[in-house]
């Protein structure tokens, strides 16, 4: 199972996130534990975080949008390995969640499939923060929109590695062509 750490504060994450393209691992101590249920975990690709919430036996459910792909993706179960990606996984805290445990597993389940990925207004951060507080909020968003030279170079670094994600992807399609 991959290293999971626990995550310091989400403001201080997204001015982060915000500033550049590369974010280091905030580690307060590391564990190997399975997350509790409901767990928000979070994983930093290159210019933003991913978010999903663990449901229990290795999986994670969350919003694919364009973790996996340069096409947008629904609410799907996944494996941790498979939400990771290779990446470290943190567990975000929330002292005062509304829902939490299995009711926070529910609600992430009651929306498996569904397919409106919208990066300003419904991102796998938005789901997260409806499944635990019942309103959807990003705190990545807000840090983009309040500091837009940060959010210019965050879309910037984000756009740079669907790219590079898609010339892979052309990549192969090219080979099997050619076999």
Request: net charge positive; with cysteine; proline share 3%.
């Amino acid at each position: 199972m991959n290293t999971l750490h626990q995550a310091v504060s989400i403001e201080q994450q997204a001015a982060d996130r915000a500033s550049g393209c590369v974010v280091s691992d905030v580690t307060v101590y590391g564990f190997d534990d399975e997350p509790a249920l409901g767990a928000h975990l979070v994983t930093q690709r290159r210019g933003y975080a991913h978010h999903g919430i663990y449901v229990g036996g290795g999986k994670v459910v969350h919003y694919a949008g364009f973790a996996g792909s340069t096409h947008r993706g629904p609410v799907a179960e996944i494996t941790l390995d498979e939400f990771a990606s290779g990446h470290t996984v943190a567990v975000q805290p929330h002292p005062l969640p509304r829902f939490f445990g299995a009711e926070a597993v529910r609600r992430a389940r009651s929306r498996l499939g569904e397919d409106r990925y919208r990066l300003l207004t419904n991102n796998c951060e938005h789901f997260c923060t409806w499944c635990l507080f019942g309103e959807s909020r990003s705190e990545q968003v807000h840090a983009c929109l309040t500091h837009p030279r940060a959010g210019l170079r965050a879309l910037m670094c984000v756009v740079a590695a669907l790219a590079v994600r898609g010339l892979k992807g052309k990549g192969g399609e090219l080979a099997a062509r050619a076999a």
